[in-house]
């Protein structure tokens, strides 16, 4: 995010559960089975909780799960349990407070850690998973400490490559620490094995070879994974993506609110993903960022 926020979008922007839910119940029925709840940041929703049971009442939705800073994660953690989540992912770019502090421009780090071990506590929400985001200069000095983080919990962490998505316009591509890079720091002190990928995963996940935790690593950067990409993605205001990179949107807000058919709106849908990008172009001569940030685009 920006160092002076971002814009609050009026609330008839923003659409509203019932209109999640249809969307949602419409994609389900056309074979989307995994449903990720992401932002900004999801949880500042109000009666956020309530989505979440409307979704994971939807047949066909198979996982349900969120993506959260962790900032209000304790104080919702057993109501989101109860409502349906089943897995979390929670944004943490650095285990020292100062760090964070400077990463995030709030000193929440013990605040986040208490929401992590509230969520980690319900043994029905597997996997949990720790996100940061690789950025060289800074990253380099939290491989280790991340990687002890992982050796001596239930937590996967996972780097992800810092990518053309920020409200700043400060990405370079030599600002990009790869996973390489950081698997091979991590592997001199913490011997390292592949694990075999799942289709369609973001992730080449390692285990620790003494058994002992395991750890991810997402390059869309320096290994991108365009070819394997089945996602797509709905904004908090109702527009629908086909890639983080996406130059062009596919309303659905308005057909939603002009009373169009099931049908009708299935027919917005697969237009749109007939044309989902082929690559995200990221690192080629004339790439140009997207107007949307990741802040309001969603992980």
Known sequence: MPADGLPWLDREEVLRFEEIERVVRLLAAMGVGDVRLTGGEPLVRREFPQLVRMLARIPGVADLSLTTNGYLLERDADALVEAGIGRVNVSIDSLQRDRFFHMTRRDSLPRVLRGLEAIARHESVRPIKVNAVAMRGFTEEEAIPFAEFARSTAFQVRFIEFMPLDADHAWEPDAVLTGEELRRIIDRAHPLEEAPREPHATARVFRFKDGRGEIGFVNPVSEPFCADCNRIRLTADGKLRTCL??????????????????????????????RKELKHHVGEPGFRQPPRTMSSIGG
Do not use: G, I
């Open 245 to 274: 990179f996406s130059l062009h949107e596919t309303d659905l807000r308005d057909p939603l609110r002009s009373d169009a058919s099931d049908d009708e709106l299935e027919q917005v849908v697969r237009d749109a993903v007939w």
